[in-house]
């Protein structure tokens, strides 16, 4: 059998909604029971946003407390990644969440451009949330959406900004940013390698119908795979994903393909240097 696999779900997002797929959760008591079906099925890792009650998206510390406590009773030990990114929220309140201390939060290192908007992370802020992640001991996830974000990590940790080996998620198929593209996609492994180490994690998570197909470069390749409603809300052209799990199971499939165990989370924990006790 091949190394382990952590699976991360990405349950929410900011974007997709009830009337694009009912099984979107949007309240906290609707995320908290996707996700423990989904960690059920094998995900080890939770990707969070938090929604307010008409699904605009909302960057509320309170929302996002009461989302961590009822995952960390209701999915013991999973990884709970909050996200700051920009569709969430503006400037220092993408970050306000940090301070409650999550296992692990996203991280976009440069700007790029988005389907109807420019994803903008000057370096300013880009510098304050690491150094807030560097505060509350959370380890970031570099959301590589262009090569550069992959260098710029190895700059950032090279001054201590990132003081783990970065671990580095290649984002690809958002409209106008990097498609998903094979060549492109073993590039990236050889430039983490390179900068990082040839033992260095990473993951890699595709955009719509793109999830499934990055789903087996990842693994396929050694490495990690994100799944989950925030990124698709189909399971085929033809038909909706019922829940975060239904997705997470096609990644565990894949993942038994390619005769790689999926990692439980105290093998996730320990893949990623992250303390056991959650």
């Known amino acids: 059998m091949g190394k382990p696999c952590i699976i991360c779900v990405a349950i929410t997002g900011s974007l997709p909604t009830k009337a694009a797929n009912p099984a979107v959760p949007i309240t ?57 990114g920009g569709r969430s929220g503006a400037g220092l309140e993408r970050g306000g969440m940090l301070s409650l201390k999550p296992d692990m939060a996203s991280l976009s290192v440069g700007s790029n451009n988005f389907p109807t908007r420019v994803y903008e992370n000057p370096p300013d802020l880009v510098n304050w949330l690491a150094s807030e992640m560097v505060v509350n001991g959370v380890k970031p996830e570099i959301e590589a959406f262009d090569l550069s974000h992959i260098l710029t990590a190895a700059e950032m940790h090279a001054k201590g900004q990132i003081t783990d080996t970065p671990y580095v998620q290649f984002v690809m198929g958002v409209k106008n940013a990097m498609p998903a593209d094979r060549e492109v996609f073993d590039f990236y492994i050889k430039t983490v390698k390179r900068l990082f180490g040839e033992d260095a994690a990473w993951c890699a998570a595709g955009i719509g119908p793109n999830q499934v197909v990055l789903n087996e470069w990842a693994i396929s390749s050694g490495g990690h795979a994100r799944t989950g409603l925030e990124d698709n809300v189909r399971l085929t052209k033809e038909r909706l994903a019922a829940s975060n799990a239904e997705l997470v199971a096609r990644a565990v499939g894949i993942a038994e393909k390619y005769e790689r165990p999926v990692a439980t989370w105290q093998q996730a924990r320990e893949i990623l240097g992250l303390r056991l006790g959650g």
Do not use: W, Y
């Open 28 to 84: 906290v008591s609707e995320q908290v029971e996707s996700t423990h079906a989904a960690f059920e099925a094998g995900a080890s890792i939770c990707h969070a946003h938090v929604r307010n009650a008409d699904e605009t998206p909302s960057s509320d510390p309170e929302k996002f407390a009461a989302l961590k406590e009822g995952l960390e009773t209701h999915c013991p030990g999973m990884i709970i990644q909050f996200s700051t």
